[in-house]
């Protein structure tokens, strides 16, 4: 008689501390050959100095897995609210503006 497989449950503790969570707008992503970095910072109008709150070391694989959960969520979330919007960067805006006004060998 074969045994049915039962899910791997995890009891998961969430900190007092750690539950109000720390807010985030930008994320510095580096990888090495056997694991993801994943820094984040929140930048604030004004100044310019943005300092690194959460650093979060993960194996690539778990860093895919990260990225098709996120996929999924994101389609879930756009499904019930809309679609979310990107608004270029500064540094994407000022990007377009620099190769917008340069020209190419043979362009008149």
């Known amino acids: 008689m074969m045994q ?8 998961i503790e969430l900190d007092d501390q750690i539950a109000t969570g ?9 990888h090495s ?4 970095v994943l820094d984040f ?3 604030m109008p ?3 100095k943005a300092r690194i709150r959460n650093r ?9 897995r990260l990225l098709l959960s ?6 879930r979330y756009e499904t019930t609210v809309g679609p979310i919007v990107l608004h270029k960067t500064a540094a994407e805006e000022a990007s377009e503006k620099h190769m917008a ?3 190419t060998v043979g362009e008149a």
């Open 4 to 11: 049915e497989e039962k899910p791997h449950e995890i009891d």
């Open 22 to 30: 720390q807010y985030a707008n930008l994320v510095i992503i580096s």
């Open 33 to 36: 050959s056997s694991e993801f």
């Open 41 to 43: 910072a929140s930048v």
């Open 46 to 48: 004004g100044v310019p």
């Open 56 to 64: 979060i070391v993960m194996a690539p694989e778990h860093a895919k």
């Open 70 to 75: 996120l996929q999924e969520n994101i389609t």
């Open 101 to 103: 006004m340069s020209f």
